[in-house]
């Protein structure tokens, strides 16, 4: 199985919990991938230089300036930090953004309507991503080298310009794109395809591939106040009625849109959780 996991900025910004999932993540056995966010960082530094955030409906609008302050905390500081704390806690730990190994290529986003706002709005350098923008074979092959790839949310378009992506939205194409990757292996021999066994028709494997959300939260709250009302479990058409509801709203619209939309491109599970429950089943499990 290969794990996909991605971190939230509100751990990535407590020393604490970010030690404490490190030390986790570094113990967990297998083939596994971190996606890191870094966006309270990010606003603070943005804040700090007089400049204000702006955000709609979860995601960052993202002008020059803004672009070259996202791009220094998220590939710069968080990529570093987590890296090194990585290597110390015994994982060997590569931190990539989306132009390094041509990892991830993402198309600059147009104008969008926003219907909560009533009007258009221009996203700025941000890049949209899906599975098709990841560089599977790139992926595969470190982890075959047991090296972990850390991501955070800066990709490129292919043409020189740096785009500043959802890291909830990375996470989520990464899971597609290793479930869907087909591979050769080098071990395992049957007559058909003289190659591998439990082969696909094209004589290649697949690995099932698990998505997992970490923040700050035990899971999707019924009542964001309360922290013992996590909801267990979510199906698509109770998504539509907690967003209706007003239950689900802000970053963690995209969070849930992308973990469905992994749950029917191929990913075998999904789940959302507290970051010091990464290594037990607690948290709320989308179906």
Same mark, same amino acid.
Not at 12 to 27: H, S, T
Not at 62 to 79: H, I, N, P, Q
Not at 171 to 200: D, F, G, K, L, Q
């Given at each position: ?154 990709? *490129? ?40 066994? *439990? ?89």
């Amino acid at each position: 199985m290969i794990k996909v996991i991605k971190i939230g900025g509100n751990v990535v910004d407590n020393p604490e919990l970010l030690g404490r999932f490190v030390r986790d993540f570094a113990a967990m056995p297998g083939m596994k991938i971190l996606v890191h966010g870094g966006g309270v960082m990010a606003s603070q530094m943005q804040k700090a230089m007089g400049m204000v955030p702006q955000m709609v409906e979860g995601r960052r609008v993202t002008d020059e300036e803004t672009l070259k302050v996202v791009t220094m905390v998220y590939a710069g500081w968080c990529s570093k930090h987590i890296t090194a704390l990585l290597q110390a806690n015994g994982c060997n730990a590569i931190g990539l953004c989306g132009a390094d190994g041509n990892a991830i290529k993402a198309r600059k986003r147009a104008p969008l309507y926003v219907e909560s706002l009533g009007k258009e709005v221009d996203y700025g350098y941000v890049g949209d991503v899906n599975a098709e923008c990841v560089n599977a074979g790139f992926i595969y092959s470190l982890l075959e080298k047991g090296i972990v790839p850390v991501f955070n949310a800066i990709n *490129h378009d292919g043409e020189g310009n740096l785009l500043n992506t959802n890291a909830d939205t990375i996470a989520s194409s990464v899971a597609i794109a290793m479930a869907n990757y087909r591979y050769r292996s080098p071990r395992e021999v049957c007559s058909r395809c003289e190659e591998c066994t *439990h082969c696909s028709d094209d004589g290649r494997l697949t690995h099932e591939t698990e998505l997992i959300y970490c923040f700050e939260k035990d899971g999707v709250l019924y009542d964001k106040d309360d922290d013992r009302s996590v909801i267990g479990e979510i199906t698509r058409g109770r998504f539509e009625d907690l967003k209706k509801e007003g239950i689900v709203a802000d970053g963690m619209i995209p969070k849930l849109t992308n973990s469905f939309k992994a749950i029917d491109s191929g990913v075998a599970r999904v789940v959302v959780k507290h970051a010091r429950n990464l290594l037990n089943d607690m948290g709320t499990v989308l179906i």
